[in-house]
């Protein structure tokens, strides 16, 4: 796979649409990962994907109990970051329901 730029807004240096393009393709390189059964290679992008979200939303690690609600003070509007979010959770559950070796253990997106 290849290796995805840094995304983070506070950078200076990519543009908000720039960062949404590469958090898309961040998203995409895991969900073609994972479609293959390459669970660590869909794992390994999840801290960019979470840590990218969280500071477009301008929140921090510490704030955890309302780290995934939307902030209207973010750089997100409300749609966009309800939908980065449910793709986060979605593909976070896809990476967890499936073993090392490829195999579904239970799939909790179709709950």
């Known amino acids: 796979m290849p290796e995805t730029p840094n995304l983070q807004p506070q ?3 990519l ?3 720039e960062i949404l393009e590469n958090l898309s393709r961040a998203f995409d390189e895991a969900e ?3 479609e293959a059964g390459d669970r660590e290679g869909a794992k390994e992008r999840l801290p960019l994907i979470y840590d990218t979200i969280i500071a477009l939303n301008k929140r921090s690690k510490e704030d955890w109990e309302i ?5 209207p003070d973010g750089d997100l509007n409300e749609e966009e970051f ?3 979010n449910l793709r986060r959770k979605l593909l ?3 990476v967890g329901i499936m073993t090392k ?3 579904i253990r ?3 997106n179709k709950i």
């Open 82 to 84: 309800n939908e980065l």
């Open 15 to 17: 543009s908000k649409q």
């Open 92 to 94: 976070s559950n896809a």
């Open 106 to 108: 239970h799939d909790l």
């Open 32 to 34: 073609t990962a994972l």
């Open 101 to 103: 070796s490829g195999e």
């Open 67 to 71: 780290i995934w609600i939307w902030n």
């Open 11 to 13: 950078e200076g240096n």
